[in-house]
């Protein structure tokens, strides 16, 4: 069906075509209709299926068939508010691009930067307020802005808003609401805490599910590396080094590994980038910008930023730590096999994350198989060679123009008299060790755990 056909107005439509995009795709095409008819509305689909669009549009046709202000005299009609500042920051640029026709005036305010630029922008007057639940909650209680006009609340990325906590936020800017508004929430997941709150503020909505939240791209070959966790950034760097890739995601769990894998790949001659939650929100913007203008050939994450990157051209996502929750394998290798091409998921996995992989795999319902290419002994040779160059992870050789000189603890230890130890049980799983010391009189007593080694 084309967006002519869903009855659009001709400037949008314009403004779509121009893009180079003439058919709506199944989430558009089953939530414009609805929305355009004032409906809440409920939808759950993956990333990349065009959930942009589908409440962007209805937003700027219901606009645009209205009058609008003029100058300060403005007020927010349309509130989105998303988990992340990539994630809003895009979300205006294509309200931006499928508005051009249009009078409409949009704006984003997010956080990690000064609020000075937004506040001006707000005093301007806008119709559109793309926004993140801090800095809005920020702006609101210094009165800067005033939500009574709104006439469509949208929610995206509901399931991350969650994750990421924003629950009490979220409670308090729909306070702010005015009751006869429309409600919209998409959401890539629907776990039980995102359907209880659209119990809560959607009236009577039209539910949209196009996939089961298990599902996969087809488009993307899924592979597993099984590597030991001190010895995956050299399988990374080594794949890295590899011209065939043009340009790759890699997720790490924390952002302090994020900024670990960059530093070794700009050491072995691999440009890279990082973009977590520590990361100002320019040095994002330019990180995201390098890597998109294919300046930066890698770009690091975190899974709070899997959602905000919207980058054509991904070739390949390197799980270099496997997530603990299995939905965020599946955001994560979304970021490539978008728009109909094909891609690459590689994943890492040491001995403590199998379970991890377990989980994935039963949620998924597949098994992901083993990289066709990955030679142990071949690995293990570039691994051992990195050792001897010193660039490896494993441990480190005792360099021999500085050799360990003996701790002053030792040379106690040397002179104690020797002992004699006597173990017995105490309960399974605990050892006490008394240590009888040779001089008589004298008893020392020290407990300690056996950890059962996991799998």
Known sequence: ????????????????????????????EQAIPHLLEGRDLLGCAQTGTGKTAAFALP???????????????????ALVLSPTRELASQITQSIRIYGKNTPIRQTTIYGGVNQHAQVRAIRQGVDILVATPGRLLDLINQGFIDLRAIETFVLDEADRMFDMGFLPDLRRIISYLPADRQTVMFSATMPSAVEQLATAILREPVQIRLATKTSTNHLIEQQICFVPQNHKIDVLTQFLQDESIGSAVVFTRTKNGADKVVK????????????????????????????????????????????????????????????????????????????????????????????????????????????????????AEYMAEMDDRGMGGGPRRPHARSPRRPHAMESLQQDRPQTMERKFKKKPGHVRSEAMDSRPGKKRRRSFSLARSSD
């Open 264 to 379: 070794r790949l700009l050491d072995s001659n691999v440009q890279a980038k990082a973009i977590h939650g520590d990361k100002s929100q320019n040095t994002r913007e330019r990180a995201l910008a390098s890597f998109k203008q294919n300046r930066t050939k890698v770009l690091v994450a975190t899974d709070v930023a899997s959602r905000g990157i919207d980058v054509s051209g991904i070739s390949h996502v390197f799980n270099f730590d496997l997530p603990e929750e299995p939905e965020s394998y599946v955001h994560r290798i979304g970021r490539t096999g978008r728009a109909g091409a094909t891609g690459v998921a590689i994943s890492f996995c040491s001995g403590h994350e199998r379970r991890h992989l377990r989980e994935i795999e039963r949620f998924i319902k597949k098994s992901i198989p083993v990289h066709p290419e990955y030679n142990a002994q071949r690995m």
């Open 59 to 77: 937003i700027l046709h219901r606009l645009n068939a209205t009058p609008l202000g003029k100058g300060r005299g403005r007020r927010i009609r």
């Open 1 to 28: 069906m084309t967006f002519q056909d869903l009855g659009l107005s001709e400037p949008i439509v314009r403004a779509v075509s121009a893009e180079g995009y003439e058919t709506a795709t199944p989430i558009q």
